[in-house]
């Protein structure tokens, strides 16, 4: 019985190392008119994706046009490498109330 456990707990640690790995490339939920988190924090070189999962077309567009998506339709992504530390903020230019910040931190 122990050795069943042994095994076990070895294929939950063998199934955590790739999720740990997706983590080096945070998300950002759209969903119910809303991206999640709202608010981001990650390193320059940090490359973020925006998934929509919301049955609506939506966009990810800084506010400077720094990046802009495309209409993502439901399950679309985008993904954008930040590379200058700052704060940027962007919004849906289909509903301007949905707002998100990132804020790029100086590479260690
Ligand atoms: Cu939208």
């Keep these: 019985m122990k050795t069943v456990v042994r ?3 070895l294929g939950v640690l063998l199934l955590a190392v790739p ?22 924090t990650v390193a320059a070189g ?11 077309p939506h966009t990810v567009v800084e506010n400077n046009k720094k990046f802009r ?7 679309d ?7 200058e530390p700052g704060t940027y903020h962007y919004f849906c ?11 790029v931190t100086a590479k260690n």
């Design 77 to 83: 992504s985008y993904s954008y490498t930040f590379t």
């Design 93 to 103: 230019t289909f509903h301007p109330k949905m707002v998100g910040t990132v804020t």
């Design 7 to 9: 095994i076990f707990l």
């Design 46 to 56: 940090t490359k973020v994706t925006w998934v929509n999962k919301d049955d609506t």
């Design 19 to 40: 999720a740990f790995a997706e983590d080096a490339t945070p998300q950002v939920v759209i969903d119910k008119f809303a991206y999640a988190p709202t608010a981001l």
């Design 69 to 75: 998506s495309a209409a993502l339709d439901t399950g």
